[in-house]
Nanobody, 118 residues
Framework: QLHLVESGGGLVQAGGSLRLSCAASELTFKRSHVGWFRQAPGKEREFVARITWRLRRTFYADSVKGRFTISRDNANNTVTLQMNSLKPEDTALYYC???????????WGQGTRVTVSS
């Protein structure tokens, strides 16, 4: 398993932006699919976005498409989630996760909290 550390959460007004980062020290992170998930209070954890390791293909939940952008910097072993046009419903604890080609999300970070005020 990888040791993942998220950062960049905080409090922002609706319409604002935040950038979340997910970092790992293990070199195998470069060959891992990386995803962002979130869990709002009283709700189940849901998929937000993911990026493949080889071709850097990206996938998004419909709720964030056009507002969020996932990218990766393999030289620095980081994956970033740029979140624009934030809405109060984006308020959640955001986690990054890593998986192999089977997309079994086996490594998880501790989460970073995002709060969007109306």
């Amino acid at each position: 398993q990888l040791h993942l550390v998220e950062s960049g959460g905080g409090l922002v007004q609706a319409g604002g932006s935040l950038r979340l980062s997910c970092a790992a020290s293990e070199l195998t992170f470069k060959r891992s699919h990386v995803g962002w998930f979130r869990q709002a209070p009283g709700k189940e954890r849901e998929f937000v976005a993911r990026i493949t390791w080889r071709l850097r293909r990206t996938f998004y939940a419909d709720s964030v498409k056009g507002r969020f952008t996932i990218s990766r910097d393999n030289a620095n072993n980081t994956v970033t989630l740029q979140m624009n046009s934030l809405k109060p419903e984006d308020t959640a604890l955001y986690y990054c996760a890593a998986a192999g080609d089977d997309l079994a999300w086996q490594s998880w970070g501790q989460g970073t909290r995002v709060t969007v005020s109306s």
